[in-house]
């Protein structure tokens, strides 16, 4: 069984940090692009920041130079260090791949696994 995980999140000021990982289980983790999804209230999800299995990182433009990507392929967990953060940043933040091929450019309704979200808040 696939497991995804999240944790690290919460109220954090404008121009704080959060740091959101990703614990999985289930997976081929070392062969496989993975990605942080989020979503706002009121609005669609929208791919924030991914990894390919070789390290090659991706960003929205909203968030580079901020948000920086990685992974630890010894143990299977994924991570987003978030710096400067902005209140259009609040959202759930979610851990999720594909499963296979490149998952910057394989839409996110053909995404095969989801953690349950973390929410992430940034207000004064």
């Known amino acids: 069984e696939v497991q995804l995980v999240e944790s690290g999140g919460g109220l954090v000021q404008p121009g704080g940090s959060l740091s959101l990982s990703c614990t999985t289980s289930g997976l081929t983790f070392t062969n496989i692009d993975m990605t942080w999804v989020r979503q706002a209230p009121g609005k669609g999800r929208e791919r924030v920041s991914a990894i390919t299995d070789i390290g090659s990182t991706y960003y929205v433009d909203s968030v580079k130079g901020r948000f920086t990507i990685s992974r630890d392929n010894a143990k299977k967990m994924l991570y987003l260090q978030m710096n400067l953060l902005k209140t259009e940043d609040t959202a759930v933040y979610y851990c999720?791949?594909?499963?296979?091929?490149?998952?910057?450019?394989?839409?996110?309704?053909?995404?095969?696994?989801w953690g349950q979200g973390t929410q992430v808040t940034v207000s004064s």
């Open positions: 999720a791949t594909p499963g296979y091929g490149r998952s910057w450019a394989t839409p996110l309704d053909d995404y095969k696994y």
